[in-house]
């Protein structure tokens, strides 16, 4: 039987790829003692990769396809198909961003303060082009870790950190001047791994159910019947993604009115329902919307 060979990334990405996995469909069991998770699908092979060494290992072949950041593959340059964004990091639904921060009371205010000055990341490769880009010298040292401490300890004039929130950022004493990029997860394919139609097809359908998965992220189904006289009033709160769902109930002057809504307008929406007729209402989760 054919299969492809997907990488899972290790680390800060995993727990949120897992869990978009899971509402696609795909049930990934991780074990501990290895790196090789069991999926219940029997056309996919899965591997765990730290998601900086991902790009690689997809361009090399070792992997058909896989998940880590377009950070990563910006800064190796990684010859792979970019198959699909997907707007999340590893901790949220959003993407992240890496940003220039300085010592809380450092004198510098811009990017342009550090000419001549020492930045610590580990996105050097990326850091580099963006000062480069900038035309401000900087020299730009490689940080295995523990970045955001370079500062406060004198190995660096300022860092490149990774970011969602910015509370780590400012937990050390540090102050964002710029912002250098904005990244999110890609699903990336080998290009041999690509032009096999199999592979091809089988990488086209994750990327289809993750992507429903993630649209389907804050949103949930709502039901309700009400009379039909009752409908018009009741149908202009509902918003939607196109229009509801109206049905007849069988020999009744009842309608059962369907419709999917975000869910944070749920807790305001269900009193107002009511006045105005609604009753049987029914929430429920979504795990895709395609």
């Keep these: 039987m054919s299969k492809i060979s997907l990488g899972i990334p290790k680390g800060s990405l995993e727990k949120t790829t897992l869990e978009l996995f899971a509402r696609a469909g795909w049930r990934i069991n991780v074990n501990e003692r290895n790196y090789f998770p069991d999926i219940d699908d029997p056309e996919i092979t899965c591997s765990?990769?730290?998601?900086?060494?991902?790009?690689?290992?997809?361009?090399?072949?070792?992997?058909?396809?896989?998940?880590?950041?377009?950070d990563w593959?910006?800064?190796?340059?990684?010859?792979v198909v970019v198959v699909d964004d997907f707007l999340y990091s590893k901790t949220s639904y959003n993407p992240a961003r890496w940003v220039l921060a300085v010592g809380g009371d450092s004198p510098y205010q811009t990017p342009e303060d550090l000419a001549g000055k020492r930045v610590a990341t580990e996105l050097v490769n990326v850091t580099k082009r963006w000062f480069a880009g900038l035309g401000?010298?900087?020299?730009?040292?490689?940080s295995w870790g523990a970045t955001e401490a370079k500062v406060v300890s004198g190995l660096a004039d300022a860092v490149v950190e990774v970011t969602e929130t910015g509370s780590t950022i400012r937990a050390h004493s540090l102050r964002i001047i710029s912002e250098v990029m904005q990244t999110n997860t890609q699903l990336i394919a080998n290009p041999a791994a690509w032009e096999d139609e199999f592979k091809q097809a089988k990488i086209r359908q994750v990327a289809l159910l993750l992507k429903g998965a993630l649209k389907a992220y804050g949103l949930v189904g709502l039901k309700l019947n009400v009379r039909e006289r009752d409908a018009g009033e009741v149908i202009e709160l509902l918003p939607s993604l196109n229009a509801p769902t109206v049905?007849?109930?069988?020999?009744?002057?009842w309608?059962?009115?369907?419709?999917?809504?975000?869910?944070?307008?749920?807790?305001?929406?269900?009193p107002r329902l009511l006045e105005r007729g609604a009753e049987g209402i029914i929430e429920y989760p979504l795990n895709k919307v395609i």
């Design 48 to 70: 765990l990769a730290k998601a900086k060494e991902m790009a690689n290992y997809v361009a090399d072949g070792t992997l058909d396809v896989g998940l880590t950041g377009k």
């Design 136 to 142: 401000i010298p900087v020299t730009v040292i490689f």
């Design 255 to 270: 309608l059962s009115v369907e419709t999917v809504i975000s869910d944070s307008v749920v807790r305001e929406l269900i």
């Design 247 to 253: 049905a007849h109930l069988y020999k009744t002057d």
């Design 73 to 79: 593959c910006l800064e190796y340059d990684s010859q």
